[in-house]
Nanobody, 124 residues
């Protein structure tokens, strides 16, 4: 059974930083392109960042480019999202999922059970 566990969220002031972690069991993350997705209150889930498989290429949506960095730790079977210079519009519940990450686009997430994700609140 594949399970994803996201962690690292919290309440931060604008301009603050957080590092989110996505740990998986029952699946080796290195074999998949992985994306981070977020769902803001009252809005649909959107992809914000992804990392490819072979060359580790990454892509971020415009609104987080220069502020968010996605990375892998193969030994820990974990994908991270370093979030700096956080803004109130970054508030939401963040999830990770396998996806396509090519041609500068984040694909549709492939995940059956979304779980609780990790909540990020950026507020003064």
């Amino acid at each position: 059974q594949v399970q994803f566990v996201e962690s690292g969220g919290g309440l931060v002031h604008p301009g603050g930083s957080l590092r989110l972690s996505c740990a998986a069991s029952g699946l080796t993350l290195d074999y998949y392109a992985i994306g981070w997705f977020r769902q803001a209150p009252g809005k649909e889930r959107e992809g914000v960042s992804c990392i490819g498989i072979s060359d580790g290429s990454t892509y971020n949506i415009d609104s987080v480019t220069g502020r968010f960095t996605i990375s892998r730790d193969s030994a820990k079977n974990t994908v991270y999202l370093q979030m700096n210079s956080l803004k109130p519009e970054d508030t939401g519940v963040y999830y990770c999922a396998p996806t396509m990450c090519t041609d500068g686009q984040i694909g549709v997430p492939v995940r059956d059970d979304w779980g609780q994700g990790t909540r990020v609140t950026v507020s003064s």
